[in-house]
């Protein structure tokens, strides 16, 4: 019998204690392989009062491989694609660790919304707008989360 869901148990529990500290909520989930969880906003950058839902799909190979991450919320943020995938280190297969966890990944997307990478863009619009003039890249943001506050 796979130890994965008795790993993937233990961190999902571990997070839902210090969700309120981490400006996370996790949703009740029937498949232990597929998590949805809500992240706050952080705070003094753009996305602050809004709240983004986003989907972590597992495979039998995780810790291993990563998971898969992606944004359910429509997002405008340089290291995001269009369809919610993330481009962020910690989640490329030549960067990923098993010794990473899901709160090491959540903690690395929330630091990613308050400082991004425009030198590797997802989103190479957002990356401009966000070099050349940051107050309208501000101001973008705030028009995709308007749907999204707390």
């Not at 961190?11 to 996790?26: A, K, R, V």
């Not at 903690?107 to 919304?113: D, V």
């Not at 990478?117 to 619009?125: E, G, K, L, M, Y």
Request: glycine content about 4%; aromatic content about 8%; overall charge neutral.
């Amino acid at each position: 019998m796979s130890k994965l869901p008795i790993r993937l148990n233990k961190e999902l529990t571990m997070l839902q204690t210090e969700s309120d500290n981490l400006g996370i909520i996790i949703e009740n989930t029937d498949d232990i392989m597929k998590w949805f969880v809500k992240i706050k906003g952080p705070t003094n950058s753009a996305y602050e009062n809004g709240i983004f839902d986003m989907q972590l799909t597992f495979d039998d190979n995780y810790p291993i491989k990563a998971p898969s991450v992606k944004f359910l919320t429509s997002m405008y943020h340089p290291n995001i694609y269009r369809d919610g995938k993330i481009c962020i280190d910690i989640l490329q297969p030549h960067e990923w660790s098993p010794a990473q966890n899901v709160r090491s990944i959540l903690l690395s997307i929330i630091s990613l919304l308050t400082d991004p990478n425009t030198s590797s863009p997802a989103n190479r619009d957002a990356a401009i707008l966000y070099d050349k003039d940051k107050n309208a890249y501000n101001q973008k943001v705030r028009e995709y989360i308007k749907g999204n506050l707390i």
